[in-house]
């Protein structure tokens, strides 16, 4: 049964990397728009590194997870 959880949160993972990835381009993008203002453009690059730190944080807990379901 925990081999099922341990998948389970393996796949969670894996998609909130992938979103935190998807979040974190489009942030970059706000950032290097020099049509949007100077503040925006600070707070997309913050957003950027916080995506960037979060998508790794879940990749660690995805091959975590992968790891307790194969043993």
């Known amino acids: ?9 393996y796949v969670s993972d894996k998609v909130n990397a992938m979103t935190s990835d998807a979040s974190h381009e489009a942030n970059k993008n706000v ?8 503040g ?6 913050g957003n950027a590194v ?8 879940y990749e660690a807990s995805a091959e975590s997870n992968k ?4 043993h």
């Open 31 to 38: 950032a290097k728009d020099s049509n949007v203002s100077v």
């Open 50 to 57: 916080k995506d960037k730190v979060d998508q790794k944080g």
């Open 1 to 9: 049964m925990d081999t099922i959880k341990q998948a389970g949160n």
């Open 67 to 70: 790891q307790a379901a194969t």
């Open 40 to 45: 925006n453009r600070l707070e997309g690059a």
